[in-house]
Every structure is written in C-alpha cells, then in structure tokens.
C-alpha cells in the first residue's frame, strides 16, 4: 500500500486548501485515514481522522470547526478542507492509514503507533 499526498502550496492567513491523499495497492480490509502535519522544530501532531466506515472523524482541537476530513472509498481518496488558515497551521502535512474496522477511543486516533502506512507528505504555508 501507498499514500501519496498533494495539494499543499502557500496562502495567505483566512485562505483555504484541499489536501487529497490517494491510496493505491490493496489494503487487506476495511481502513483508518488520517492527517498529521509536522511544523519546523516541532514534533509531529494529529490533525484528523476519519474512520473506516466514514461515519465518525476526529479533529484536533486546535482545527475543529476549520477543517474538514472526508473520505471516497470508490477513488480511495482522503481529503482535508483547511479553511481560514492561519500562520501556525504552517507545516507538512502527513496522510497515514491503518487497516481496522471498529470504533475506537478518540487517544486511538491521534497516536502516531496507531498507523501502518504513511504518505511522503506535502508542505503548507501560510502567511501572515
């Protein structure tokens, strides 16, 4: 299985991007994906997830109510809405995948040890 991400580029603080990650290979079953973004200097985060039946995501708390995670299993394609983006949502952005049916704890998916496949990421940035 491989994930690769795009759609990551510079805006200004207010604009809004869409990442995608697309999934290609064969996942042996049912699939968590997520996104997590690592800023200069700083260790990775979480920033969403969506389960593997679409019906549940997960923000962290510093972009709820600003980004989006979705999922088209028919494209095996995860997206991110980042909208009203400001300067400290400056990094690089990670798509990651499990594969897991089930619900779980919100800590589940924030936990980077939870994920089996990474994608090579892509950069935002924003400016003030």
């Known amino acids: 299985v491989q994930l690769q991400a795009s759609g990551g580029g510079s805006v200004q603080a207010g604009g809004s991007l869409r990442l995608s990650c697309a999934a290609s290979?064969?996942?042996?079953?049912?699939?968590?994906m997520a996104w997590f973004r690592q800023a200069p200097g700083k260790e990775r985060e979480f920033v969403a997830a969506?389960?593997?039946?679409?019906?549940?995501?997960y923000y962290a708390d510093s972009v709820k109510g600003r980004f989006t995670i979705s999922r088209d299993d028919a494209k095996n394609t995860v997206y991110l809405q980042m909208n009203s983006l400001n300067p400290e949502d400056t990094a690089f952005y990670y798509c990651?995948?499990?594969?897991?049916?089930?619900?779980?704890?919100?800590?589940?998916?924030?936990?980077?040890?939870?994920?089996?496949?990474w994608g090579q990421g892509t950069q935002v940035t924003v400016s003030s």
């Open positions: 290979g064969h996942f042996p079953g049912s699939y968590v």
């Open positions: 990651a995948a499990v594969t897991r049916r089930g619900y779980y704890s919100y800590y589940y998916y924030t936990r980077e040890s939870s994920y089996d496949y």
């Open positions: 969506v389960n593997w039946s679409g019906d549940s995501t």
